[in-house]
């Protein structure tokens, strides 16, 4: 069965520095996510991307955040200079276009620490 | 935010049925109601979902209030695996994303 994959599961950084998360979705969807979790918080929005640009984005993605479809299977999320707060779990999701329900399928998540 | 509302934890015998509710009072016409569970360190997995009617698949039935102003996620015989948190979520917006309330934490006791 398809699946939603992310890279790296854990990443560890220092305050200041840029971070890239990347994530593959299925092939063929083209809606992309990205949610977050703060430890022991709930599952946040972070973003909405379909053809090649945001289409909503939360109050939480500011201007360290952006979102890119290098080519035609990653979905990459960057965050330009990384502070304490943003160490989190962080999801991406993607649904097809043809399912009126909407279900997204998560991937396992990638595992920030900003020190 | 589209909000839903759940009790914070439940628990379940294990093999008997769980019924966790949901309120979603806000919920519009064309809302699906999705219900999803996090089991611990992984990523959210999908349940169910519906729109009007009742909805049976392999792990789950979903039982939508006529109004649809609730529902209910029926585990008909609770596992030990079925122990995670599960949420109950009303797609919005353009993107359709999802708004994820703080969920209920069902444990099974064998």
């Known amino acids: 069965e398809p699946e939603v994959t992310q890279t790296p599961s854990h990443q560890v950084t220092q305050m200041g520095q840029e971070v890239i998360l990347r994530c593959v979705p299925i092939s063929n969807h083209l809606y992309f996510y990205w949610y977050r979790q703060i430890l022991g918080q709930k599952v946040e929005f972070l973003v909405s991307f379909y053809n090649n640009e945001i289409s909503e984005k939360s109050e939480i993605f500011d201007d360290q955040f952006s979102v890119e479809r290098p080519d035609g299977s990653n979905f990459t999320l960057k965050i330009r200079s990384t502070k304490l707060e943003d160490s989190a779990m962080y999801f991406c999701a993607s649904r097809p276009s043809f399912l009126k329900s909407y279900e997204q399928y998560f991937g396992p998540g990638t595992r920030l620490t900003v020190t | 935010d589209a909000k839903t509302t759940q009790p914070n934890s439940m628990e379940s015998n294990e093999e008997e049925p769980v019924h966790l509710p949901c309120n979603h009072s806000t919920i519009s016409g064309t809302d699906y109601i999705h219900w999803y569970r996090q089991l611990p360190s992984q990523g959210p997995e999908y349940v169910i979902h519906?729109?009007?009617s009742n909805v049976n698949n392999r792990m789950a039935s979903l039982a939508i209030a006529e109004d649809r102003k609730s529902s209910t996620l029926i585990l008909h015989r609770a596992t030990l695996r079925d122990a995670a948190v599960y949420y109950c979520i009303l797609s919005k917006g353009v993107g359709n994303q999802f708004y994820f309330g703080t969920g209920t934490s069902l444990t099974v006791i064998p």
């Open positions: 519906g729109l009007t």
